[in-house]
Structure formats: structure tokens, C-alpha cells
């Protein structure tokens, strides 16, 4: 043999061992705690990634050697450094008496050498020079929610249905004072709708407290059941229902030197939407998007901050459907009389400039795309800064526009989903995004959108783990709309043989499944159920998120129905795939999905062979009045489509096997849903298989989900056949 057949063969035998092994990498399976508990198979991340105040410097959250650490960088710097850990940390709080923490709490910069922290009913502050701590101010261990005032030294908080605040040095202030506990102060108004977070607003400099009050005396009382006690104990919740009573709201104003609280005159009809609550820069005024009970008429209003009465209304928004503000105003910095006011009112959210006495200046942004997201404004504020859909409804990216003559231009490079945090400065952008094919990058832009450091480039977790392929495609409803799916096929399929389906749905208003992020939006119990032999299809029907106002309101008092026939279409596109087995297809959802679940197998009886629906919506009326009368009306108003929608009339069509779950203390789809759908079964005589989670409320969190899980796929295997199939 000569040397040089010697060395292909050689050769060969490396290309073939390094083959086999690369095989063998690639060779694992998900297993149930995989896909749903094990963190090491997320793309690796920066924890509590944040701008350090006043600086270019920013700061995250590591593992060091077993130990947790906070590192600091600079924007341009090649590598942070670390300045903290955790046994330091703790050395410092239990010599103020504090006890010792397991984990860094959320961090907030008081400036470049130091930051507080919430932990223990105490907001401390930590020098780094020092490398003391002290306390700021104690609060009552029984609060629920707390807000840190913008100077960082006082903080309002709730307990129980009052409102309080604690301030350094001095006993904690009751705000308010109600024994009625169906009127609740400083929380969170109108069952979170509107873009409704919080409870409490803090004006700019601190010296004032804008709060909710909510009064719900005239919302009937809902029962949730405890099953710990013996007997079991009955919780009261107060549930508005659609075409019922809804609770009415005002917005009070703390004066923290005064110690009084005033209302602002926000009028009548006492059941109207508050919303989008905003302050003025000189903290004279508050601003209201007042929302009728209909939800097709918004005032933009401004109060005095001082005296609480009506100023005026800068200008209106009406549509014929609804109208939905989530908003509040951007002020521009170098200009108080100057703001941008996001609105759909051309059929898509894009940025509008407005004086304060209401006047348009411009429109800073348009076309058949959304505003997603503003981060901020330019030093000089002659620029904002947005996130939007411009590129793709699939994309998210970083953009700049002009506030003088409204050119924009794109900051971000690389396809993908790109989520920005402003420096506060204005003069970077830290760019964490990911992709299809990328896991994760963190990049720190300056702000004309050139890359000047890389945080993190994160390796794909999955790299031993056998799975399927993703694609990512549209197909045409049946008025010609693109919609976009996503299917993930088995490992190694075999396109000659046939394979069942689960199709996963949601299809309500603002949700978007399919996406160009890390694995199309997947999830890895959709690739475990993959490598178990399913193609797992899911769908965005009209109706979800993101995607225009024509395109949401698509389902306008007919909720079920344009969603199912879209769904239908995406049947209809797997069915010319030769591989797949149309007579074994499953659907899969929760609350609304849950709801298109059971829809698509009463409605469509004799498409889907096997359903799990989880915590659905089955009779609209039986729903929130927030929610539901923007998208159906009330009952009064349009009863045929409530009709239509109610799916204990369609009980009988059931063929196929129905698996529905719900959450005992539900208080989002109450169980009552599906508790009247199983009697309706009852009455019908039809079988359905039913299971409940005890204890939990709209979703099955912790490590209960495994089980949840097991249980939706056990259901699948059980009754699609999956040990007949041949392609296994």
C-alpha cells in the first residue's frame, strides 16, 4: 500500500468517526422535565441586564465559580468586570440587621456608585465605594404590591384594599382608609385591560401619588372554592360579567407634603375606563384616555394635578368597533408642551407629535405595519426611538425617526426579534435579539445604530438533542390575508410515510405564536412531541396580534368563527402534504385556544380526531365585561352572535375524543365554563373526558405543569394511535 492510499484511507476512517460521533451528539431526546422545567436548555442569557443611571454603564447578574456576582461594563469596554458578589452583598445587609439573601433581588441604580434593593419589607441602598448598606425606609410586611418614587426614598404600597406610604425616618401614611374591602385603592383598574399595569403613578420628582380607587360594591360576588380547609373555605372574588354591572373608578392624587388627596373630576358615566394615566413633566397636570363603556369612543383629557378639576380635552379618537388605547403619552425632554400619542386610528399603531393644547404637529410614522414598542428619546430630543414590524410581521426591529420631518431609519441588523433597552443618556442601545437560527445575540449599539461591543453571543442548547425541522411559511384565508404558520416535522422523517398532527391554536387578540425568534416561537414540548412521531402545526388566524387593526377586528361580535375558518385553511394545506395522515389530526389549546379547541371540534366535527382544551372560554357571557363587550358587544346588543359563539349549543356535534382541563380557583375563564359545558354533556348524553388541577388558578404553573403535560400527551398517544403508527 503506498503512503498515499495509506493517508486517504486514514482520512476516511477520521470523516467517519467524526460523523458517527456527530451523529451520536445529536442523538437525545427531550424528556417532559426537559421541555418544561430545564432552564439549561434556554438559550443562555443576561440576567437583570440593565443601564446603570447616569452612566454609559450597564449591568447584569452572573454564576462565578458557584457563586452569584453582578458584573459592570462600559458601552464601548471589550469586558465587564465584576464589582459584587453575593457573600459581600449579604455581609453588609446582616449588619443592618437584614438576614441573608439566597440570590441577587432586582437591582435599581440610584446612580453610578450605588443602588437599592426591595427585600424584607426594607428598601436599602448599597455604596460601592463604601461598601455599606443602609436602610431607606421599612414598610409593613403584609403589603402586596409596592412602587419606589422616583428619588428612590419613598414607597407606596397596598395592603389589603388600602393604600400607604412609607417615607424615611417617619411612620408609614395611610392613604387611605376603607373598611368596605369591595372599594380598593392603588391597584391595578379594570381587570388589567388598556395596557393597565399598576395601581399607583408617582409624578416625575416624587412629590405626588396619582392613584386608582376602585369601587365594586355593585359587582356581584364569585366564588372560588379552597379545598385546603376542613370544611373547604369559599373566597369571594368580584367578577364583572359582560352586560353586567362593571365597577366604577376615579383617580385620586396623594399631595406627600400636605399629606391630603384629592379626586380628579373625571365625570360621568361612573362605569367609563380611566386609562393611560400620564403626568406632566412640571407635575401640574395628569392626563386620561377616558374610554366609553361601548369602547368606541377615547377623550384624551387633562386634569389639574392640583385641584383635580377638568382642564380640557386635547382631541378624540371614535371607531365603529372599538377603539383600545394602551398608552400613555411620551413627553418630548426639551420640549414639556410636546408629545407622541401612539394610535391604530389608520388601522395600524404608529407614532403622532401633539402639542399640549391638542393640536397635531405631524405623523411621525405610517404604513401597513406596527409601532411595537417606544424606548425613548434623543439627548437633544430631535429623534424617538421605536421598535416595529416594518421589516416583516414576523420581525421586530430597532428604528429611529425624526421629530422634524419624520424620516426614520433602521438601527438593528440581522433578521429577527430584537428587544432594546435605551441607555440613559440616549447615546446607546443595548440589542438583545434572536432568530430562527440564532439563539441569542446581545450587542450594545450606539444610537445611529453602529455596533460598538458584543455582550453575548449564546450557543445553541440544543445542539445534543435530536430535532425535527422548523419552517415558517404563509398560506391565504379565504379573503386572500396572509397568514403565517409554523410547522415542526419528526427527526429524520420519512416523507413516504404518514404522520398524525397536532395542531397547537390561540387565534384571540394580542397574542402572536409565530414569530422569526428562537425556534419560530416554539416551544420544546412541541419538538418533544415532534421526536414522538407528531408534525406540530400552529396557525395565526385573524384575529391575534400584530397585525392591524382590519386584521383584529376581522372577529367583531363573532368570536369562533373567522378564527375556525382560518384553521380550516391550515387543514386544508396539511391534507395536500403526502406525508401526512388526515384522518389522525389533534388540536390542542388553552383559554382562548382552549375556546378555538373546542370550537374546532363541535364545529367541525368530523376534521379533528382528538382535542385537549384547556381552561376555555365556552359561553362569552360568562366572561369579564372589559374584554369581552370590545370584541362581541354586550349580550343585550348582539345576542345572535353571542349565540352563535356559545359552544353548549354545538355540545351534540361532538365525535371525535374531547379532553378538556381547568383550574379550580380559576379567575380568569371562571370554572363555571367548563363545569355547565360537562352538564350540558350530561344532558346530551355525550361523553367527553374531563380533568382538574386543584388549587390552580388560569394556567398550571411550577412543577405541576410537568404533570399537566404528561397528561396532554398522554392523551394524544392514548387515542391518535401513535403505537400504530409505522412511522415510528
Given amino acids: 500500500m503506498t503512503f498515499a492510499n495509506h493517508f486517504r484511507r486514514v482520512t476516511l476512517l477520521f470523516v467517519l468517526l ?62 465587564p468586570t465584576e464589582i459584587l458578589n453575593l457573600n459581600t452583598l449579604n455581609s453588609s445587609l446582616t449588619a443592618t440587621g437584614a438576614e441573608k439573601l439566597k440570590s441577587f433581588p432586582e437591582i435599581t441604580w440610584a446612580d453610578g456608585n450605588s443602588f437599592v434593593i426591595n427585600a424584607q419589607n426594607k428598601i436599602y441602598r448599597y455604596n460601592l465605594k463604601s ?41 408609614d401614611v395611610a392613604v387611605s382608609d376603607e373598611a368596605n374591602v369591595a372599594i380598593v385603592f392603588g391597584q391595578a383598574a379594570h381587570r388589567s385591560e388598556f395596557g393597565i399595569s399598576k395601581g399607583t403613578f408617582w409624578s416625575p420628582n416624587g412629590n405626588l401619588l396619582a392613584f386608582y380607587r376602585m369601587d365594586q360594591t355593585m359587582v356581584t360576588d364569585y366564588p372560588l372554592v379552597d379545598i385546603n380547609p376542613l370544611p373547604a373555605k369559599q373566597n369571594n372574588i368580584k367578577y364583572p360579567m359582560a352586560g353586567g354591572k362593571s365597577h366604577e373608578v376615579t383617580l385620586g392624587v396623594y399631595n406627600v407634603a400636605s399629606g391630603k388627596t384629592i379626586y380628579l373630576k373625571t365625570g360621568e358615566p361612573a362605569d367609563q375606563y380611566l386609562t393611560n394615566v400620564t403626568w406632566s413633566p412640571d407635575e401640574k397636570h395628569i392626563y386620561i384616555a377616558v374610554l366609553n363603556r361601548d369602547q368606541n369612543h377615547i377623550k384624551l383629557n387633562q386634569y389639574n394635578a392640583l385641584t383635580g378639576a377638568f382642564e380640557k380635552t386635547l382631541f378624540e379618537e371614535k371607531n365603529e ?34 402639542d399640549t393644547n391638542g393640536k397635531q404637529i405631524r405623523q411621525l410614522t405610517g404604513g401597513n405595519w406596527m409601532v411595537t414598542d417606544v424606548l425613548g428619546f434623543s439627548p437633544k430630543g430631535d429623534e424617538l426611538y421605536y421598535t416595529s414590524t416594518a421589516e416583516s410581521p ?48 446581545i450587542l450594545v449599539l450606539n444610537n445611529k445604530g453602529t455596533v460598538v461591543n ?55 387578540p394580542h397574542v402572536q405564536l409565530v414569530t422569526d425568534s428562537w425556534l419560530g416561537g416554539a416551544n420544546l414540548w412541541m419538538h418533544l412531541m415532534a421526536q ?131 383550574g379550580t380557583v380559576d379567575d380568569v375563564v371562571v370554572w363555571q365554563h367548563s363545569l355547565q359545558f360537562v352538564k350540558k354533556a350530561v344532558d346530551e348524553g355525550i361523553l367527553l373526558d374531563y380533568f382538574v388541577y386543584p388549587g390552580h388558578p388560569h394556567n398550571v404553573r411550577g412543577k405541576d405543569r410537568v404533570h399537566l403535560m404528561r397528561k396532554v400527551t398522554q392523551y394524544f398517544d392514548d387515542n391518535l394511535n401513535m403505537k400504530n403508527n409505522s412511522a415510528l
Fill in 18 to 79: 467524526a460523523a458517527t460521533l456527530h451523529l451520536q451528539a445529536q442523538d437525545k431526546l427531550l424528556t417532559m422535565e426537559d421541555a418544561i422545567t430545564n432552564s439549561a436548555l434556554q438559550p443562555e442569557n443576561l440576567r437583570q441586564l440593565t443601564w446603570i443611571a447616569g452612566t454609559d454603564d450597564y449591568s447584569f447578574i452572573k454564576q462565578n465559580n458557584g457563586e452569584q456576582v453582578l458584573m459592570r461594563g462600559s458601552a464601548k469596554s471589550a469586558r
Fill in 131 to 171: 461598601g455599606k448598606t443602609e436602610v431607606i425606609t421599612t414598610y409593613s410586611p403584609e403589603a402586596d404590591y409596592t412602587e419606589l418614587a422616583p428619588g428612590l426614598q419613598r414607597v407606596a404600597y397596598t395592603k389589603g384594599n388600602n393604600l400607604f406610604v412609607s417615607a424615611p425616618g417617619a411612620p
Fill in 321 to 354: 368597533k372599538y377603539v383600545e388605547p394602551e398608552h400613555g403619552l411620551y413627553f418630548v425632554p426639551t420640549k414639556p408642551n410636546q408629545f407622541v400619542w401612539i394610535s391604530e386610528r389608520s388601522g395600524f399603531d404608529h407614532l403622532y407629535l401633539y
Fill in 394 to 441: 414576523l420581525e421586530r426591529h430597532i428604528y429611529a425617526v425624526n421629530l422634524k420631518n419624520g424620516k426614520t431609519k433602521r438601527l438593528s441588523e440581522g433578521a429577527g426579534t430584537h428587544n432594546a433597552q435605551l441607555s440613559p443618556g440616549s447615546q446607546y442601545i443595548i440589542d438583545n435579539y434572536s432568530s430562527q437560527t440564532t439563539p441569542r445575540r
Fill in 454 to 508: 458584543t455582550l453575548l453571543n449564546a450557543k445553541n442548547p440544543l445542539t445534543e438533542y435530536r430535532l425535527g425541522e422548523t419552517t415558517i411559511f404563509p398560506i391565504k384565508a379565504g379573503d386572500g390575508t396572509d397568514l403565517y404558520a409554523r410547522m415542526i416535522t419528526p427527526p429524520n422523517m420519512d416523507k413516504n410515510k404518514k404522520y398524525p398532527v397536532v395542531v397547537y391554536v390561540y387565534g384571540g
Fill in 532 to 662: 414522538k412521531g407528531y408534525i406540530v402545526f400552529t396557525l395565526d388566524s385573524r384575529g391575534s396580534g400584530n397585525r392591524g387593526l382590519a386584521f383584529e377586528q376581522a372577529t367583531f361580535r363573532q368570536l369562533g368563527t373567522v378564527e375556525l375558518a382560518d384553521q380550516l385553511k391550515g387543514v386544508e394545506y396539511l391534507k395536500t402534504l403526502p406525508y401526512v395522515d388526515a384522518n389522525r389530526l389533534g388540536v390542542h389549546g388553552w383559554s382562548f385556544g382552549g375556546f378555538l379547541t373546542t370550537s374546532l371540534m363541535l364545529r367541525a366535527p368530523e376534521v379533528f380526531k382528538v382535542g385537549v382544551a384547556g381552561g376555555p372560554v365556552i359561553d362569552w357571557k360568562y366572561y369579564e365585561v372589559m374584554y369581552t363587550e370590545r370584541y362581541m358587544d354586550t349580550p343585550e346588543q348582539n345576542p345572535e352572535g353571542y349565540k352563535n359563539a356559545s359552544l353548549l349549543n354545538y355540545v351534540p356535534n361532538l365525535q371525535g375524543k374531547l379532553l378538556m382541563i381547568h
